[in-house]
T-cell receptor
């Protein structure tokens, strides 16, 4: 069975600095998708970035980028120029190509220091 | 993406009663899901809402406790029956399959339920 591990329960970063959130996963499949979701205190779950496993190029969305290491089964999220609005819980999630269900990590609480 | 709404956004209910949560999407979607999220925890999938047939429940969740309807491709309801304080949680609906090549899930704003 697939599993997703986020080993950092909480991270803090100074405003305008860069922070990296870690995520590792375990799977025997070769075709899958990975996601980072953000959940601010408003509880709305927001899709931040996605990565297809067959793509070697790391996904980028404005200040958010990932470091996808398929062999190492690692999928970290880098947030550049951190802003106060980035404060939230961040969840890493895995989806098999053959199944819509998401496998979730435990989440990392990101604190932004002004 | 899609615009997803949930009603109610929050409610406080007495134990032994039932609450029905509605999820509405602004476009037809293939898949709809219901999740529960305990405070400070990750998401737990309750069931997949299937259009025109019975929902598919995950281990630990049963139809008698969490009946689900999905009458069409844009709407679903989740009922939390015979509530107890342990049912206090955030309930989220999500959708997938906005078009054949889409693989992401998008979420509604959630319903915060408190059972007293």
């Amino acid at each position: 069975a697939q599993t997703v591990t986020q080993s950092q329960p909480e991270m803090s970063v100074q405003e305008a600095e860069t922070v990296t959130l870690s995520c590792t996963y375990d799977t025997s499949e070769s075709d899958y998708y990975l996601f980072w979701y953000k959940q601010p205190p408003s509880r709305q779950m927001i899709l931040v970035i996605r990565q297809e496993a067959y793509k070697q190029q790391n996904a980028t969305e404005n200040r958010f980028s990932v470091n996808f290491q398929k062999a190492a089964k690692s999928f970290s999220l880098k947030i550049s120029d951190s802003q106060l609005g980035d404060a939230a819980m961040y969840f890493c999630a895995y989806r098999s190509a053959s199944n819509y269900q998401l496998i979730w990590g435990a989440g990392t609480k990101l604190i932004i220091k002004p | 993406s899609a615009v997803i709404s949930q009603k109610p956004s929050r409610d406080i209910c007495q134990r032994g009663t039932s609450l029905t949560i509605q999820c509405q999407v602004d476009s037809q979607v293939t898949m709809m899901f219901w999740y529960r999220q305990q405070p400070g925890q990750s998401l737990t999938l309750i069931a997949t809402a299937n259009q025109g047939s019975e929902a598919t429940y995950e281990s630990g969740f049963v139809i008698d406790k969490f009946p689900i309807s999905r009458p069409n491709l844009t709407f679903s309801t989740l009922t939390v029956s015979n509530m107890s304080p342990e049912d206090s949680s955030i309930y989220l609906c999500s959708v997938a399959g906005l078009h054949p090549l889409a693989y992401e899930q998008y979420f509604g704003p959630g319903t915060r339920l408190t059972v007293t």
